[in-house]
């Protein structure tokens, strides 16, 4: 007797596992088809986006970010979907994901403004890499383009970095943005020396130089009569990447060549008479 219960038993438990596995196995069998087949399908589209990003000269870190994101994205439905199909409740495990996203992006909503303007950035590209900027009160020239930073370089090799979020939202001055550019400057000549004889000089040196443009033509002109100079503005047309050669060259040289025709450039002078003492004094007692 007690042989038939094992024996009885044991078919219970046979019969229960092959039941089970007859209501399960095709639902389990087909989850992983889907899972098999929508990996295949996400990997395919993320090749196709990324192909697509790469013949539009989509910024390659924000191809690559946006590549991570979607395929993230995209997997992590079809894993809840997978879940569903086998019997795994999910709808616990969605509300509990959604709480713990909001509890985060509350808690990271700093980063996470510098995480959308760093996609502004990389999508809009107000600037690239090796362009000289001034953004948020600082310069220096774009070393990387990062998700949550841009990274500047001055002159003097300070590294500087700075949040997106503030550069997205803020004014930026792009001086490579064109491949030309205006240079400036102010020459100031004494009351007594000829305007004249100081603009030839000025013109001289300007054709003189071959990095100045011939089209548009340089500006001599007569700008202020100062208290104690004359002002010459002289705007000269040339590269972008010739700016500041140009800006010290010219600056020397037309001062060499007014010191050559005997023209002045005067300073700030101030005329103090300074009376006797004694009359001084003899005028307060009158």
Same mark, same amino acid.
């Given at each position: 007797?007690?042989?038939?219960?094992?024996?009885?038993?044991?078919?219970?438990?046979?019969?229960?596992?092959?039941?089970?596995?007859?209501?399960?196995?095709?639902?389990?069998?087909?989850? @992983?088809?889907?899972?098999?087949?929508?990996?295949?399908?996400?990997?395919?589209?993320?090749?196709?986006?990324?192909?697509?990003?790469?013949?539009?000269?989509?910024? %390659?870190?924000?191809?690559?970010?946006?590549?991570?994101?979607?395929?993230?994205?995209?997997?992590?439905?079809?894993?809840?979907?997978?879940?569903?199909?086998?019997?795994?409740?999910?709808?616990?495990?969605?509300?509990?994901?959604?709480?713990?996203?909001?509890?985060?992006?509350?808690?990271?909503?700093?980063?996470?403004?510098?995480?959308?303007?760093?996609?502004?950035?990389?999508?809009?590209? %107000?600037?690239?890499?090796?362009?000289?900027?001034?953004?948020?009160?600082?310069? $220096?020239? @774009?070393?990387?383009?990062?998700?949550?930073?841009?990274?500047?370089?001055?002159?003097?090799?300070?590294?500087?970095?700075?949040?997106?979020?503030?550069?997205?939202?803020?004014?930026?001055?792009?001086?490579?943005?064109?491949?030309?550019?205006?240079?400036?400057? @102010?020459? $100031?000549?004494?009351? $007594?020396?000829?305007?004249?004889?100081?603009?030839?000089?000025?013109?001289?040196?300007?054709?003189?130089?071959?990095?100045?443009?011939?089209? %548009?033509?340089?500006?001599?002109?007569?700008?202020?009569?100062?208290?104690?100079?004359?002002?010459?503005?002289?705007?000269?047309?040339?590269?972008?990447?010739?700016?500041?050669?140009?800006?010290?060259?010219?600056?020397?040289?037309?001062?060499?060549?007014?010191?050559?025709?005997?023209?002045?450039?005067?300073?700030?002078?101030?005329?103090?008479?300074?009376?006797?003492?004694?009359?001084?004094?003899?005028?307060?007692?009158?």
């Amino acid at each position: 007797m007690e042989d038939f219960l094992n024996t009885d038993g044991v078919s219970t438990h046979v019969d229960t596992a092959i039941e089970m596995t007859m209501l399960y196995l095709p639902q389990l069998v087909l989850a @992983v088809v889907v899972l098999i087949i929508g990996l295949w399908i996400i990997n395919r589209m993320v090749k196709l986006m990324g192909s697509g990003m790469e013949r539009s000269k989509t910024e %390659p870190t924000l191809a690559r970010f946006l590549q991570s994101l979607v395929s993230i994205t995209l997997k992590a439905l079809l894993f809840i979907s997978v879940a569903s199909m086998i019997g795994i409740a999910t709808t616990s495990f969605i509300a509990v994901l959604g709480a713990a996203g909001l509890a985060v992006g509350l808690a990271l909503q700093g980063s996470l403004a510098n995480f959308a303007g760093g996609v502004l950035v990389l999508m809009f590209r %107000p600037f690239k890499v090796g362009d000289f900027i001034t953004a948020q009160g600082v310069s $220096g020239t @774009v070393a990387e383009i990062q998700i949550f930073n841009t990274v500047l370089k001055t002159p003097d090799n300070v590294r500087i970095i700075v949040p997106n979020g503030a550069i997205s939202n803020g004014i930026i001055n792009n001086f490579s943005a064109e491949p030309t550019r205006r240079v400036d400057f @102010v020459f $100031g000549i004494g009351y $007594g020396d000829d305007i004249a004889k100081a603009k030839q000089v000025i013109a001289d040196v300007v054709e003189a130089d071959e990095r100045v443009f011939k089209d %548009p033509a340089p500006q001599i002109v007569v700008s202020n009569l100062g208290d104690s100079s004359v002002d010459i503005t002289v705007r000269v047309w040339g590269n972008a990447s010739d700016y500041w050669g140009l800006k010290f060259h010219l600056t020397e040289t037309v001062k060499l060549a007014f010191d050559a025709a005997d023209i002045s450039i005067p300073f700030p002078q101030r005329d103090v008479h300074m009376h006797h003492v004694t009359e001084a004094l003899r005028a307060v007692a009158n």
